[in-house]
C-alpha cells in the first residue's frame, strides 16, 4: 500500500543545484542597482549600470521557527567583474551573533571573506563545488564568484540567527578580491582604494 503525502510536509524539497531553484519557492534577486555601494570603483559601476546586471539571487527556506530548528537557503552568485573587483554578495553578520553557519559548495569557484567583529581578524578562503566553509559565530560573511561560472551553494543556519545588513553595509569589508594578470588576489580595501585613485588620477 503507497501512502502519498504532500512532500513538504514531509520536510522533502526538490532543487535544481545548476540555477539554484528550489521548487515552489520564489527566489530574491539582487541587481547592481541593489548593490552598487559595495564596490570599489565607482566609475566602472556607473558604467555597468546601463545594463544593471544581475549579480546573485537567493532563494531561503525558513518554514521551521521553533526552538532548535534550522534555516537554509542556496545562492547562486553569476560571474563577473565591477572594474577589478569580483562580483560579490552584500554579506551580512547574524542578528543572533553567536549563531554559525554551514556553506556547501555545489557548483563553481569561489571565495568568502569571513571578519571577525570581536577582534577584526580577516580572512579569505575557498568556497567549491565539493567544499564546505564553517562560519563561526560573530563573524561577518561575503560570497564572492572568483571563476567563470556560477557559484552555488547551500548556507544552513539556526531559525534564530537571523540576518543584520545595516552593521555590514555601514563599514563595508576591509578585504576585497580583485583580478590581477589573470589571476584573483585578496588585497586591503583602503590599498585597492588608493591603486584606484592612482589608475584614475
Ligand atoms: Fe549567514
Redesign the pocket.
Known sequence: MTHLVEPTRQGVLHYEPTTAAIERRAPAERRLRDVQAIFADRLACQSLLTTNPLIYRVTQVEDHNGEGDIHYGIGMLMPGKVGREYFMTKG?I?AWRPAA?VYIGLRGRGMMLLEDERTGECLAVELTANSTVY?PGYTA?RTVNVGDEPLVYW?V?SSA?G?DYGAVAERNFRLVVVEKDGQPVVMERVDFLAELQGAQA
Open positions: 551580512h547574524h553557519e562560519v560573511h548556507g543556519l540567527a540576518h
